[in-house]
Nanobody, 125 residues
Framework: QVQLVESGGGLVQAGDSLRLSCTASGRTFSRNTMGWFRQAPGKEREFVAAISRGGSSTYYADAVKGRFTISRDNAKNTVYLRMNSLKPDDTAVYYC??????????????????WGQGTQVTVSS
């Protein structure tokens, strides 16, 4: 079992930056591919970014490529999402997720077995 707790969300203006953090507990963090998803009001949850167990591989949704950076610190059991040049369309609840054992880079929510409670990011124009 993995417990995930996100932090770092907030209200910012367009063009600002934020860094989200997600700290894991309950089992060996480095065994899991980690990802970030987001869900805007009235929309389905969508993939944002993922990072491999060791951190050497990353993958991004087209909508955030070049603006967001996912990283991890296995010694701290923490995964980060650095978000630059934020836009109003980035407004959503952001969720941290851990993929199941043995799963590599993934973009589909069903491949992620553990989820945090979410943190709100609001970008004003």
């Amino acid at each position: 079992q993995v417990q995930l707790v996100e932090s770092g969300g907030g209200l910012v203006q367009a063009g600002d930056s934020l860094r989200l953090s997600c700290t894991a507990s309950g089992r060996t963090f480095s065994r899991n591919t980690m990802g970030w998803f987001r869900q805007a009001p009235g929309k389905e949850r969508e993939f944002v970014a993922a990072i491999s167990r060791g951190g050497s591989s990353t993958y991004y949704a087209d909508a955030v490529k070049g603006r967001f950076t996912i990283s991890r610190d296995n010694a701290k059991n923490t995964v980060y999402l650095r978000m630059n040049s934020l836009k109003p369309d980035d407004t959503a609840v952001y969720y941290c997720a851990a993929a199941g054992d043995g799963i590599g880079i993934a973009t589909i929510a069903s491949r992620f077995h553990y989820w945090g409670q979410g943190t709100q990011v609001t970008v004003s124009s």
